[in-house]
T-cell receptor
Framework: AQTVTQSQPEMSVQEAETVTLSCTYD???????LFWYKQPPSRQMILVIR??????QNATENRFSVNFQKAAKSFSLKISDSQLGDAAMYFC???????????FGQGTELSVKP | NAGVTQTPKFQVLKTGQSMTLQCAQD?????MYWYRQDPGMGLRLIYY???????DKGEVPNGYNVSRLNKREFSLRLESAAPSQTSVYFC????????????FGPGTRLTVL
């Protein structure tokens, strides 16, 4: 069975600083995909970034980047130049091949201090 | 394009009552999903429909039924609500290929007294 673990229930960062959110996963599949979703207080789930396991290059999207360590099964999210609007719950997720189902971690609540 | 829509946004039920959560997408997606979100547990898959005419159980299907009415609509039914089903429910859809991104609706907050 696939599992995703986020060991940091809460994180805090100063505005304009950098923060890294941790995620580890376990899967028996050789080809898989990993995602970070953001959930602001509005509850809307917003895709932040995705990583294909077969790609060695880490994905980046503007201020968001990942550190994908395949051997260690680690998938952390780095947010640079943090902004007040980045405050949200962040979920790490892995894609399960059958049916395209997502397995989510428990979430990390990020607060941004002005 | 409205994306994925869910009705209602909020609902309060008494134990034993039944209700149906509605979900619709206008993106011509093939696959649709129902998740529940509980504090400290992330989102967990209840049921999914990989394509029109098919449905399968997810991680936590007990107490729920689903209907894929057509390609656009995927409903979730609680036949006899229990307090343990108090949660936020999300519907999601995905185009076709297994790598395609899932898009989520705004969620329904359900309280069972």
């Amino acid at each position: 069975a696939q599992t995703v673990t986020q060991s940091q229930p809460e994180m805090s960062v100063q505005e304009a600083e950098t923060v890294t959110l941790s995620c580890t996963y376990d899967t028996s599949e050789s080809d898989y995909y990993l995602f970070w979703y953001k959930q602001p207080p509005s509850r809307q789930m917003i895709l932040v970034i995705r990583q294909e396991a077969y790609k060695q290059q880490n994905a980046t999207e503007n201020r968001f980047s990942v550190n994908f360590q395949k051997a260690a099964k680690s998938f952390s999210l780095k947010i640079s130049d943090s902004q007040l609007g980045d405050a949200a719950m962040y979920f790490c997720a892995s894609l399960y091949n059958q049916g395209g189902k997502l397995i989510f971690g428990q979430g990390t609540e990020l607060s941004v201090k002005p | 394009n409205a994306g994925v829509t869910q009705t209602p946004k909020f609902q309060v039920l008494k134990t034993g009552q039944s209700m149906t959560l509605q979900c619709a997408q206008d993106m011509n997606h093939n696959s649709m999903y129902w998740y529940r979100q509980d504090p400290g547990m992330g989102l967990r898959l209840i049921y999914y429909s990989a394509s029109e005419g098919t449905t399968d159980k997810g991680e936590v299907p007990n107490g729920y039924n689903v209907s894929r009415l057509n390609k656009r609509e995927f409903s979730l039914r609680l036949e006899s609500a229990a307090p343990s089903q108090t949660s936020v429910y999300f519907c999601a859809s995905r185009r076709a290929g297994r790598t395609d991104t899932q898009y989520f609706g705004p969620g329904t907050r359900l309280t069972v007294l």
